[in-house]
């Protein structure tokens, strides 16, 4: 064996245990008590500390062109920000361009994302532009390891917006290929409505970014995630309502899922942790991102929601931009560019408010932030667990390191971070990626170019 992390407590979706692991040629080819090591084999001490799979961030926009800039965090710094947070794999998105293929925004993305990549990575398509020649290649893109396509509710101005008989559309011809839809559920009519009634200079003054709560009341989210619910129950289609930021958003998931449409719940660690009083500050607009953050009351559901299963994963929507891009908006709440770095602190935050607060087990942190988005895209058990055959890809989590945030001393390239300051107890401590350290205690050690693309099976609803 190559390497045997020794003397720690195992733990998975479902259990807890205290094991060794052997690794050999990327892989886990032994799990049990005292194993024994070999001329040469590398021990990597785990004594007082969780041995869990690798995070899986499913939705990461690195290098994303938005709102007029590029979001900061390239493939590169992105997947360092993973090294370090515990995060073997992260999804990323191929958004079609109006007029292109959707093959041809894979190519691109695969060519950006090759030889600068920390860790494995794959994509999600995005379907902006719905004709014949996208309905053709779906079922070989599928084939090719991306079974999944975000769709966007909203963004008509970014050229991205997807129409109701375009969802349709895609529901039911994704179903016919173990593919999936993604939703980014607001409702553009009324929110556009809102937005162009707040937008005089006067109330931009008076209220800031304040604004962006004002004209995003819960309903813009609500209906939106009702209407694409009634498309999946009318076609059978798998749906996936992406960054779930309402209570409404889980009773409606939680109740469509009662009736067996095929519909799951993503959410996002500033959902769960935020509330919308961070748009009052002086720097409000920099925590602007879409949906917005809402109430303390949203966040306890989306806990709650967690805990009972009908939110069913955890993912951050990482797109990063930086003080002087968040700048651009002038005072203006429509041009802030829209997005949060997320990545890094995925994992401790959902140890330290999750589990150390009694919100969620460690088994459902693993669950939501793991197994399950490793089982929903096609990537388990490859991904997503410790078993044995298993990618190598584990996080060795310090349940004692105390860390207080601070955006100096992160990977992610952003010189802010929503919970700056922030005193979090739970660190991870090594992160190993098919059988070699790529994180180790707060920095990357690994090597540009390591991480491969992970060629994805059907996604799947459950
Ligand atoms: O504001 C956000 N979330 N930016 C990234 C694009 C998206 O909607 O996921
Ligand atoms: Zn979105
Ligand atoms: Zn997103």
């Known amino acids: 064996m190559d390497s045997i992390i020794k003397g720690g407590t195992l733990v998975t979706a479902s259990e807890k245990y205290a094991a060794d692991i052997g690794i050999e040629d990327g892989k886990i080819k032994l799990i049990g008590k005292d194993l024994t090591p070999e001329n040469g084999t590398e021990i990597i001490d785990a004594t007082g500390k969780y041995v869990m799979p690798g995070m899986i961030d499913a939705h990461v926009h690195l290098s994303l062109p938005f709102c007029g800039t590029i979001s ?8 360092r920000a993973a090294a370090v947070g515990g995060v073997t794999t992260v999804v990323d998105f191929a958004i079609q361009t109006k007029g292109g293929t959707l093959k041809e925004s894979i ?23 719905w004709n014949e020649r996208t309905r053709t290649e779906l079922s070989e893109i599928i ?6 396509f975000k769709m966007f509710m909203i963004y008509r101005s970014e050229g991205w917006l997807a129409t109701d008989p375009m969802l349709v559309e895609a529901l039911n011809e994704t179903k016919k290929f173990g593919g999936m839809i993604q939703v980014h559920a607001e409702s553009v009519d009324l929110l556009d409505f809102l937005i162009s009634k707040h937008n005089s200079k006067e109330e931009m003054k008076e209220h800031g970014a304040w604004l962006h709560v004002i004209t995003r009341p819960n309903i813009i989210e609500a209906e939106a ?8 129950e009318y076609t059978g289609g798998h749906l996936y309502v992406v960054h779930v930021s309402t209570g409404e958003g889980v009773n409606l998931v939680k109740a469509a899922k009662a009736r067996g449409v095929n519909v799951l719940a993503e959410t996002c660690p500033q959902y769960l942790l935020l509330n919308d009083e961070v748009f009052k500050g002086e720097n409000g607009h920099l925590y602007a991102t879409c949906p917005q953050i809402k109430k303390e009351s949203d966040s306890q559901r989306l806990w709650q929601g967690l805990k009972e299963g009908s939110v069913q994963i955890v993912g951050t929507d990482t797109c990063t931009f930086d ?3 968040k700048a651009m908006w002038e005072g203006d709440f429509t041009k802030i560019p829209f997005g949060l770095p997320g990545t890094e602190l995925m994992l401790p935050l959902l140890y330290n408010d999750g589990v150390r607060k009694g919100r969620i087990s460690l088994n459902k942190m693993v669950e939501v932030a793991s197994t399950n988005p490793a089982k929903v895209f096609g990537m ?10 298993a990618d190598a890809d584990i996080v060795i989590f310090d349940p004692a390191k105390e860390v207080t945030v601070d955006h100096q001393k992160m990977e992610t390239n952003c010189d802010w971070n929503p919970f700056q300051g ?3 107890k739970g660190y991870p401590h090594l992160t190993i990626v098919r059988g070699k350290v790529v994180g180790k205690e707060g920095r990357c050690i690994g090597e540009k170019g390591y991480g491969k693309f992970v060629k994805r099976g059907p ?3 459950f």
């Not at 084939?143 to 999944?148: A, L, N, R, V």
């Not at 995630?225 to 999946?232: D, F, N, S, V, Y």
């Open 459 to 461: 996604s799947v609803t």
């Open 323 to 325: 003080t002087k891009q």
């Open 225 to 232: 995630i009702q209407r694409a619910i009634t498309w999946a």
């Open 380 to 389: 388990y058990p490859k991904k997503g667990s410790l078993t044995i055959g």
């Open 143 to 148: 084939k090719e390891g991306i079974s999944s």
């Open 107 to 129: 190519n691109i993305r695969k060519a950006e994302a090759d030889g600068e990549v920390h860790v494995d990575y794959s994509l999600h398509g995005g379907i902006t532009d």
């Open 72 to 79: 900061a965090d390239s493939f590169e710094t992105g997947t």
């Open 422 to 424: 922030k005193q979090l």
